[in-house]
């Protein structure tokens, strides 16, 4: 059973700070890799889908990483702004159907 | 935005009375999902479709039931409510295999007393 991993749990930094969240995931055969946006009390919003094949995608501030072989991904944010303030969450497909599997997300908080 | 509708997007019921909620999109996508989400769990799949009348569970999928009778409509389908129920429900669409963005509605809050 797939298993999805974020850390940290929450994380707060000043505004302007460049910044990593992490995910992980325990079966490496994936097709691919998703990163969401949620804020309280909303839905969620794609960031950034990563496929299998690809090592990272580029969206404005945000980049993301994957190594499937040894099941982690990274979202990078650059310059950080109080706008970022949200759950990130990471999500993988495995297998037929096109399923997500979700981690617990990480609450990140920007402050001025 | 994907076009996804959920219906109702609040809901307050009481245990044992059945409860359906409807998920529609305007995309013509293949697939439909319905995902709970609550704290300490995250979002956990309920159940799934790949196309009309084809539909699949998911690793939450007890006491729930989905219909999928047309392209356009997902329902989700409580028969009898419970207090372990109460979460926040929230559809999702996805137009193929693998390497296809999976877009979300913005949920419905059904409270189960």
């Known amino acids: 059973k797939q298993e999805v991993t974020q850390i940290p749990a929450a994380l707060s930094v000043p505004e302007g700070e460049n910044l990593v969240l992490n995910c992980s995931f325990t079966d490496s055969a994936i097709y691919n890799l998703q990163w969401f946006r949620q804020d309280p009390g909303k839905g969620l919003t794609s960031l950034l889908l990563?496929?299998?094949?690809?090592r990272e995608q580029t969206s404005g501030r945000l980049n993301a990483s994957l190594d499937k072989s040894s099941g982690r991904s990274t979202l990078y944010i650059a310059a950080s702004q109080p706008g970022d303030s949200a759950t990130y969450l990471c999500a993988v497909i495995t297998g037929g159907g096109n399923k997500l599997t979700f981690g617990t997300g990480t609450q990140l908080k920007v402050e001025l | 935005d994907a076009g996804i509708t959920q219906s109702p997007r609040h809901k307050v019921t009481e245990t044992g009375t059945p409860v359906t909620l409807r998920c529609h999109q305007t995309?013509?996508?293949?697939?439909m999902y319905w995902y709970r989400q609550d704290p300490g769990h995250g979002l956990r799949l309920i159940h799934y479709s790949y196309g009309v009348k084809d539909t699949d569970k998911g690793e939450v999928s007890d006491g729930y039931s989905v219909s999928r009778s047309k392209t356009e409509d997902f329902l989700l389908t409580l028969e009898s409510a419970t207090s372990s129920q109460t979460s926040v429900y929230f559809c999702?669409?996805?137009?193929?295999?693998?390497?296809?963005?999976?877009?979300f509605g913005e949920g419905s809050w059904l409270t189960v007393v």
């Open positions: 999702a669409i996805s137009d193929g295999q693998g390497g296809n963005t999976i877009y």
């Open positions: 990563i496929q299998s094949s690809q």
């Open positions: 995309e013509n996508h293949r697939y």
